[in-house]
């Protein structure tokens, strides 16, 4: 069974102050790991999507990485409008597009 | 633009009643999904279909069914044996090939009168 768990579930920071979120996983042969930004009363939105081992992605403020693992989502110099929910995703090597197994979040406040 | 919409953003159910709820999509994606999210828990998977005519039960699929004849509609019906559906119902869309993202509506929540 697919096993995803985020840490830490909630983090303040101050606006400027860079840090890292953690998403250890668990699966039977990894086809995707998924990072989505979710507001409040929105469904999540897209950021990355990580294949194999030693990949990354760049996105304005945010650097997702990978081993085989866990997962970083390291934010670099936050702003206020950063606050959200990020959620981690896997899908594992089944047949076709299966569903995501996901994490339960890391609730990001940066304040002002 | 390109999207997912889901129908309504609010619904209330009364007890022993059916509800369904509709999520539709213009992405040209062959895969549709269907996901719940209680507070302080992951999303949970109720069912997905990766074709028309064709769907797979998800890890909650009990208490729910859900329908797919059309390529761009994937509604969700709420039945009267789902004892908790007081939740954040999620549909998402994607290509049909492993490793794609899913794309997600805003949502429906769903409270008992």
């Known amino acids: 069974e697919d096993q995803v768990t985020q840490s830490p579930e909630a983090l303040r920071l101050q606006e400027g102050e860079s840090s890292s979120l953690n998403c250890s996983y668990t699966?039977?042969?990894?086809?995707?790991l998924f990072w989505y930004r979710q507001d409040p009363g929105k469904g999540p939105e897209f950021l990355f999507t990580l294949y194999s081992a030693g990949e990354e992605k760049e996105k304005e403020r945010l650097k997702a990485t990978l081993t085989k693992k866990e997962s970083f989502l390291h934010i670099t110099a936050p702003k206020p409008e950063d606050s959200a929910t990020y959620l981690c995703?896997?899908?594992?090597?089944?047949?076709?597009?299966?569903?995501?197994?996901f994490g339960k979040g890391t609730h990001l406040i940066i304040q002002p | 633009d390109g999207g997912i919409t889901q129908s309504p953003k609010y619904l209330f159910r009364k007890e022993g009643q059916n509800v369904t709820l509709s999520c539709e999509q213009n992405?040209?994606?062959?895969?549709m999904y269907w996901y719940r999210q209680d507070p302080g828990q992951g999303l949970r998977l109720i069912y997905y279909?990766?074709?028309?005519?064709?769907?797979q039960k998800g890890d909650i699929a009990e208490g729910y069914s859900v329908s797919r004849e059309k390529k761009e509609s994937f509604p969700l019906t709420v039945t009267s044996a789902q004892k908790n559906p007081t939740a954040f119902y999620l549909c998402?869309?994607?290509?049909?090939?492993?490793?794609?993202?899913?794309?997600f509506g805003d949502g429906t929540r769903l409270s008992i009168l």
């Open positions: 995703a896997v899908q594992s090597a089944g047949g076709g597009a299966d569903g995501l197994t």
């Open positions: 998402a869309s994607s290509m049909a090939r492993g490793g794609q993202p899913q794309h």
């Open positions: 992405l040209n994606h062959d895969a």
């Open positions: 699966v039977s042969g990894l086809r995707g």
């Open positions: 279909s990766q074709i028309v005519n064709d769907f």
